[in-house]
């Protein structure tokens, strides 16, 4: 009786770290920090924000973050803006600096590859 006990607990504990370990997992992409990411472009545009900000929806191609909609930096939304478009004519993916969290972009770069 008492090596049945403890086999409970063994799987208990084993079960508890599997499912802190599958939790970790899942959670990692809503850490996603700014950095620079290669991304599909899925829309561009025509969804705006309540403020009249342009946005674009992206995924990143090694799923630090899923389809996520993202605020064009004022400054600069006609050079984004213009990069977004060409590349999603192309069928082409952009090298962004974004930050998943804050939904914000900064920079971006047409892949030519």
Same mark, same amino acid.
């Given at each position: ?29 809503? &850490?996603?920090? /700014? ?5 599909? %472009?899925?829309? *561009?545009?025509?969804?705006? !924000?309540?403020? #009249? =900000? ?15 909609? &993202?605020?064009? /930096? ?5 050079? %984004?803006?213009? *990069?977004?478009?060409?590349? !999603?004519?192309? #069928? =082409? ?21």
């Amino acid at each position: 009786m008492k090596g049945e006990g403890k086999m409970k607990s063994k799987k208990s504990l084993t079960v508890v770290a599997i499912a802190l370990v599958f939790t970790l997992f899942l959670t990692a992409n809503v &850490f996603a920090a /700014a950095a620079w990411y290669t991304c599909n %472009i899925f829309k *561009v545009g025509g969804y705006t !924000a309540d403020d #009249g =900000a342009i946005q674009v929806q992206l995924a990143d191609t090694k799923g630090a973050f899923p389809k996520t909609y &993202f605020k064009i /930096a004022e400054g600069r939304l006609n050079q %984004i803006l213009a *990069v977004f478009l060409t590349a !999603a004519s192309n #069928g =082409a993916t952009v090298y962004v600096y974004a930050d998943p969290a804050a939904k914000t972009l900064t920079r971006v770069y047409y892949n030519v590859e």
